[in-house]
T-cell receptor, first 113, second 120 residues
Framework: GAGVSQSPSNKVTEKGKDVELRCDPI?????LYWYRQSLGQGLEFLIYFQGNSAPDKSGLPSDRFSAERTGGSVSTLTIQRTQQEDSAVYLC???????????FGEGSRLTVL | AQKVTQAQTEISVVEKEDVTLDCVYE???????LFWYKQPPSGELVFLIRRNSFDEQNEISGRYSWNFQKSTSSFNFTITASQVVDSAVYFCALSEARLISNFGNEKLTFGTGTRLTIIP
C-alpha cells in the first residue's frame, strides 16, 4: 500500500511474554520513528532510525525494549517480558516530503493482561 | 527540556461554530519547529502544519488557521465553521531545529492532545 503499514493491529498477551511489532514504512522514507501512545497521554518518543547511522535509542523506557531495522526498510520493535504498563498503542512513522512531515501508521494496540 | 501543554482535554461545539485549540510550549532552543497533527477515530495521525520559530506569520488553509505568538510561546489552532468530520483528537508538537533538513532527527515532543467533538 501507499501508507505506513503496522502489524498486528491488535495484540493481547500475558504478562511476561515477549511481543514483536512490525512496521513497514513508505518506500523511500529513510527515517523511521517509533512512538508509544498510552491512554490519555501524548505520544512518547521511543527510537529513531536514519539510514545506516546508529539509531537514537534515547526514548526506550527499559532494556526490555529493543528495535531493529533491516535493509533500511522494515522495522521490528520487540518487548521482552511484557508488563501491564507496556499496554499502549505503538505508532511507527516515516519521514519524507518537502515539509519533513512524519507519516504515521495506524498503530499496534498492545494489551498486557 | 521541551514541553508542550494542551490544557483543553476535551471540547464539544455545535456544528458550524468556530473553535480554537490552545497549545503552549516550552523550549530552551532558539530555533525550533511547531506542528499540529489530527488523529481521527481510525488512529492514524495526519499531519496538518509545520512552522519554524523564525516565521511568526499566521497561516490560513481553508477553514483552518494557526496563530503563532512567540511572545507567549503559543501556537493556537482555529477551525472555522466546524464540521462533524473535524471530530478527532488534535495534537500539538515541538521539535528541535538544529538539524534543519529532511534528514534531521525531528524527535517530536507531543502534548497530551485535545479531543474535539463536533455535535451535528
Amino acid at each position: 500500500g501507499a501508507g505506513v503499514s503496522q502489524s498486528p493491529s491488535n495484540k493481547v498477551t500475558e504478562k511476561g511474554k515477549d511481543v514483536e511489532l512490525r512496521c513497514d514504512p513508505i518506500s523511500g522514507h529513510t527515517a523511521l520513528y517509533w512512538y508509544r501512545q498510552s491512554l490519555g497521554q501524548g505520544l512518547e518518543f521511543l527510537i529513531y532510525f536514519q539510514g545506516n547511522s546508529a539509531p537514537d535509542k534515547s526514548g526506550l523506557p527499559s532494556d526490555r525494549f529493543s528495535a531493529e531495522r533491516t535493509g533500511g526498510s522494515v522495522s521490528t520493535l520487540t518487548i521482552q517480558r511484557t508488563q501491564q504498563e507496556d499496554s499502549a498503542v505503538y505508532l511507527c512513522a516515516g519521514k519524507g516530503g518537502g515539509t519533513g512531515e512524519l507519516f504515521f501508521g495506524e498503530g499496534s494496540r498492545l494489551t498486557v493482561l | 527540556a521541551q514541553k508542550v501543554t494542551q490544557a483543553q482535554t476535551e471540547i464539544s461545539v455545535v456544528e458550524k461554530e468556530d473553535v480554537t485549540l490552545d497549545c503552549v510550549y516550552e523550549t530552551r532552543d532558539t530555533t525550533y519547529y511547531l506542528f499540529w497533527y489530527k488523529q481521527p477515530p481510525s488512529g492514524e495521525l495526519v499531519f496538518l502544519i509545520r512552522r519554524n520559530s523564525f516565521d511568526e506569520q499566521n497561516e490560513i488553509s481553508g477553514r483552518y488557521s494557526w496563530n503563532f505568538q512567540k511572545s507567549t510561546s503559543s501556537f493556537n489552532f482555529t477551525i472555522t465553521a466546524s464540521q462533524v468530520v473535524d471530530s478527532a483528537v488534535y495534537f500539538c508538537a515541538l521539535s528541535e531545529a538544529r538539524l534543519i533538513s529532511n534528514f534531521g532527527n525531528e524527535k517530536l515532543t507531543f502534548g497530551t492532545g485535545t479531543r474535539l467533538t463536533i455535535i451535528p
